[in-house]
């Protein structure tokens, strides 16, 4: 139950930014834990790897999540395993091996959707989004958004809105539609001002330089 609580207070402290703390939470959760076949361990190792992925070390996110995915499978835990997909493909698109990111993204989406998980499906379509849009095809990556906010919405998931509208309007804005790009890029700055999201700092800066350009 302390390792279970220390890996839930990890996911707070990376809610409001403490990434350092969080990192900490997790790591003492996993020691707390003496078989890594345990659920806690598997979790705070998932979690662990994330924190690689903010900071750069997707290597590092990929040794950990491989662990994860095929401990999961092990114990047939078919969620932590659409999770564990789903990161595989971000650290992969933060290696540019965009193919391969996305077919980790589109195996997570369609585990989501057959689980009825409808905020990881969501999550896993903005990634797919997110992707196209790196490996240089905006429109595909708009037609992702677009599946993933009515979703988002329907179960009142605020931060993946959040992160919908902002990725959208980074993709409006590489197709030249500068003022729909704003226009997403505020209501994003709106919900994550609201969530007191530590991301938001990013928006403010980009929408300032946009709103400059289009005056």
Known sequence: MKARLLNDLGICYVAVGEFGTAKECYQRSLDLCYDTNDGGAIAAMG??????????????????????????????????????????????????????????????????????DHRGEAAALVNLGVSHRKSGDPRRAIEYYQQALPIVRTVHDERGEGDALWNMSLALYELGSIEDAIDCARSA???????????????????????????
């Open 47 to 116: 979690n662990l790897a994330n924190l690689c992925l903010r900071h750069g070390k997707p290597h590092d996110a990929i040794d950990l999540l491989d662990k994860v995915l095929t401990l999961s499978k092990e114990k047939v835990n078919e969620r932590r395993v659409a999770d564990a997909l789903n990161s595989l493909g971000a650290a992969y698109k933060d290696l540019g091996d965009y193919p391969r990111s996305i077919e980790y993204h589109e195996q997570s989406r369609s585990l989501h959707n057959r689980l009825g």
């Open 189 to 215: 700055l709106t919900i994550r001002e609201r969530l007191e999201d530590p991301r938001r700092a990013k928006v403010q800066e980009r929408l300032k330089v946009w709103e400059a350009k289009s005056a």
